[in-house]
């Protein structure tokens, strides 16, 4: 599987962002989509997460509100729109996926199978 993350860049505080996740090779039955992200100096931490069939969707809190997760299974896609960006949203995102994300762990890195190379976003102040 391999999957291929874009539409990262330079944007102001208060912009919006959208990113794209491309997925190609194995198809999966069932399977949980994320975005997680890496600012520098730190761990990579959970951002969103979509399932399969769109019934069960997590945010953390910085994100509610201001982020939105959606999905494409026709182009095997997940997107991750960002409104309202802020400084502290600088980072590396990176996409995944899971095929035995439980409702518990659908944060945690160790429950992604595969991920893509990241896509740099910054917000300028």
């Known amino acids: 599987v391999q999957l291929q993350a874009s539409g990262g860049g330079l944007v102001q505080v208060g912009g919006s962002q959208r990113l794209s996740c491309a997925a190609s090779g194995r198809a999966f039955r069932r399977y949980t989509l994320a975005w997680f992200r890496q600012a520098p100096g730190k761990e990579r931490d959970f951002v969103a997460a979509?399932?399969?069939?769109?019934?069960?969707?997590y945010y953390t809190s910085s994100a509610l509100g201001r982020f939105t997760i959606s999905s494409d299974n026709a182009e095997n896609a997940v997107y991750l729109q960002m409104n309202s960006l802020k400084p502290e949203d600088t980072a590396i995102y990176y996409c995944?996926?899971?095929?035995?994300?439980?409702?518990?762990?659908?944060?945690?890195?160790?429950?992604?199978?595969?991920w893509g190379q990241g896509t740099q976003v910054t917000v300028s102040s």
């Open positions: 995944a996926v899971g095929t035995r994300v439980t409702s518990t762990r659908y944060d945690r890195t160790a429950s992604y199978d595969y």
């Open positions: 979509i399932n399969w069939n769109g019934d069960n969707i």
